[in-house]
């Protein structure tokens, strides 16, 4: 099973490396002008959000089996697609690198770093591939935050399309991170016993990391958007987006509410 997860890796980041280079030849809105490699990143990212995040949907609705034994019933595809979101992370991280310093995206490289080590774990042992793919359950809420950024880039604000946005992505990240996030943890908890201290740490390292940038999205998204809500906010560019990045990048500044764990 590694050397076809591997294979599937590999593609993966080549193809999402090609989308990126390729959005370069591709005409942006005028209104993102500032802000062009900021567009094409969450263009980028929303592809990967809207196959995964379909992917795991359908995945978990139609074989309840990954989430009845997250650890060893799995269908092949299903470690296809976490694969395939291995490569766009590595693919991500370096499209981060090159358009952006260290210190800028130091802490997105790091969410990169842990979502990796995860899936990949995953993909190479061929276990845990149902707990996988129950994580990619937050690219759900992650197409919505890129909508979302999208929208801000192209200074799409204040309209209807941008409220429905904000109010779908609370909606979904209580929903489709939240809630998989806290099923996973208590699975953990429960089956604590039987997994190795190695895996726990590893699993455990992922959960804290991507909660956490979770509630912090939210948060900060229920702040800015529906409780002090502005007439023509600085697209949030100065203190939600202060990095430039690429699962939720930016002059490049980045808005760190796109980070997906990723998983």
Not at 147 to 156: C, D, E
Request: net charge positive.
């Amino acid at each position: 099973m590694a050397p076809m997860g591997l294979l599937a890796t590999g593609f993966s980041f080549a193809a999402f490396r090609g989308l990126h280079w390729g959005m370069k030849l591709l005409p942006t809105p005028g209104s993102t002008a500032l802000d062009r490699w900021k567009w094409r990143n969450h263009c980028v990212s929303l592809m990967h959000s809207l196959l995964t995040g379909a992917g795991a949907l359908l995945g978990v609705s139609l074989y309840p089996q990954l989430a009845a034994d997250p650890v060893h019933g799995h269908p092949f595809w299903a470690l296809a697609l976490v694969a395939v979101s291995v490569g766009y992370f590595l693919a991500d991280g370096a499209d981060l690198l090159w358009n952006q310093t260290l210190g800028q995206a130091w802490d997105i490289l790091c969410h990169h770093l842990v979502v990796v080590c995860c899936f990949s774990f995953a993909v190479l042992s061929g276990h845990y591939v149902g707990f996988s793919m129950v994580c990619l359950l937050v690219e759900v809420n992650s197409i919505c935050l890129h909508l979302r950024m999208l929208l801000l880039t192209s200074h799409q604000i204040p309209s209807l399309a941008f409220s429905v946005t904000s109010y779908a992505t609370l909606a979904t990240l209580v929903l489709f991170r939240l809630v998989p996030l806290g099923w996973m943890s208590l699975w953990m908890l429960r089956k604590h016993h039987r997994i190795p201290l190695s895996q726990i740490i590893l699993g455990g390292t992922g959960l804290v990391t991507v909660g956490a940038m979770s509630i912090r999205i939210g948060v900060r998204i229920l702040i800015s958007d529906v409780l002090r809500p502005r007439p023509h906010p600085p697209i949030l560019e100065h203190e939600e987006t202060r990095e430039t990045r690429t699962c939720d990048h930016e002059p490049i500044t980045r808005d760190n509410f796109t980070l997906n764990l990723k998983n």
